[in-house]
């Protein structure tokens, strides 16, 4: 496999779960909750890499709470950062 570079979108997917769906009413509850990577460009190069391939992302990090760390902190092997 060849080294991948991804330029495009790196983002954080606030997921939330619910008790039902559709919601029954104007109020639904949530039973779970989980941030997690998102973005096609990021996404793909997190399977490259998971697949044993060499990546690196070109994306912009944002100045919110996630920018500075994330997703350099669950970065797995061979997804370059910089």
Same mark, same amino acid.
């Given at each position: 496999? @060849? *080294?991948?570079?991804?330029?495009? !979108?790196?983002?954080? *997917?606030?997921?939330?779960?619910?008790?039902? !769906?559709? %919601?029954?009413?104007?109020?639904?509850?949530?039973? @779970?909750?989980? #941030?997690?990577?998102? /973005?096609? =460009?990021?996404?793909?190069?997190?399977?490259? =890499? =998971?697949? /044993?391939?060499?990546?690196?992302?070109? =994306?912009?990090? /944002? #100045? *919110? %709470? !996630? /920018?500075?760390? !994330?997703?350099?902190?669950?970065?797995?092997?061979?997804?370059?950062? @910089?």
């Amino acid at each position: 496999m @060849g *080294d991948v570079l991804g330029v495009g !979108w790196a983002c954080v *997917d606030l997921r939330f779960h619910l008790a039902v !769906w559709p %919601p029954a009413g104007s109020r639904t509850p949530v039973v @779970g909750y989980r #941030e997690a990577l998102g /973005g096609p =460009a990021a996404v793909a190069i997190l399977t490259v =890499a =998971a697949l /044993g391939g060499r990546a690196a992302l070109f =994306a912009r990090r /944002g #100045e *919110d %709470p !996630w /920018g500075p760390g !994330w997703p350099s902190a669950s970065r797995p092997p061979g997804c370059a950062s @910089g």
